[in-house]
């Protein structure tokens, strides 16, 4: 990793007074969770997208989507947060109100390490939703247990509290998420490949918006020319460099805490 760019990166962090950073699979990576789009690894190269996770694909064989989904929870129970989950949840501790951090991950790492807020942006792998509208018989007495468990009345039927392509991200996660991104100095971009919208779209707003954009992912990405700097390594060895490094906030200029977020 190239000594220069971590050490102007961390005078960049040591600047901003509000920063937003927007995580993808790869922060998981190093805790045994699967990327998407990795081309040997990544659960798009062994699945079929359109096939397990749309609502199309769900209704047409839900016990196979269902299935699906809970070999993906099961998988998570004995997973651990990283170094790298632990890093943000440590720096945003350490600075309250000045980290925002949104992700597009589904498995709770962040929660599970700490992290004081976290906006996400696609749900999440272990809440369950009504597929359909709920009427007073779904909500009178607990699902019948299936594989999806339905409503005992109507046959509505319980999916996976996840985002699926083709659908609206939550409303207020996608606003805060873009507010922050409109109004950060700076935007860290952790393991992601900058496919998806309109989470990608997150870094452009930023960079826009003039904030700094920087780029930390072991491969090249398609939001690449957006960034300030791109460090080629990997989510928890760079974030425990460059956030268990940066300057105490008691050591920075008073006057530069007073104007933060409130989480
Ligand atoms: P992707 O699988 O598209 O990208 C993962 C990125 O992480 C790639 O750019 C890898 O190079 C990088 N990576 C791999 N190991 C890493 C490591 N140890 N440290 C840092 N980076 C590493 O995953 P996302 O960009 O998160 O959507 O995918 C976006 C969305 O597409 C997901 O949220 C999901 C998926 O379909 C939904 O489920 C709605």
New binding site residues.
């Given amino acids: 990793m190239d000594k220069a760019t971590i050490d102007r990166v961390c005078q960049w962090l040591d600047e901003a007074r509000r920063l937003v950073v927007l995580t ?4 998981s ?2 805790s045994g969770v699967p ?4 081309v040997q690894t ?1 659960l ?1 190269a062994r699945f079929s ?1 359109e096939e397990l ?1 749309t609502e199309a694909a769900f209704r047409s064989d839900p016990q196979r989507v269902w299935d699906w989904y809970q070999h993906r929870r099961d998988a998570l129970l004995s997973v651990r947060p990283n170094a790298g989950h632990m890093a943000l949840a440590h720096y945003a501790l350490r600075h309250p109100g000045k980290l925002m951090l949104v992700t ?3 498995d709770g790492l962040h929660q599970k390490a700490g992290q004081p807020h976290t906006v996400t942006l ?1 749900g999440d792998i272990a809440a369950d939703r009504w597929l359909d509208e709920p009427g007073a018989c779904c909500m009178a007495q607990p699902p019948l247990p299936g594989r999806p468990p339905r409503c005992p009345v109507c046959g509505n039927l319980r999916r996976p509290a ?4 083709g659908e609206a991200l939550p409303a207020d996660a996608l606003a805060s998420a873009e507010r922050a991104a409109a109004d950060c100095h700076l935007m860290l971009v ?7 919208y309109p ?1 990608a779209g997150l870094v452009h707003t930023a960079s826009l918006a003039g904030a700094r954009v920087v780029i ?4 090249a ?1 398609v939001l690449d020319d957006l960034a300030d700097a791109c460090i080629r390594g ?3 060895g760079t974030l425990v460099q460059l956030l268990e490094t940066a300057t105490p906030p008691d050591m920075l200029d008073r006057k530069e805490r007073t104007d933060r977020w409130i989480p």
């Fill in positions: 993808g699979a790869g922060v990576a190093e990327t998407f789009r990795d990544g798009w997208p996770a597009q991950n589904v696609h996840v985002v699926w392509f952790v393991g992601t490949s900058g496919v998806v989470a930390v992912n072991p491969e990405t990997t989510s928890a």
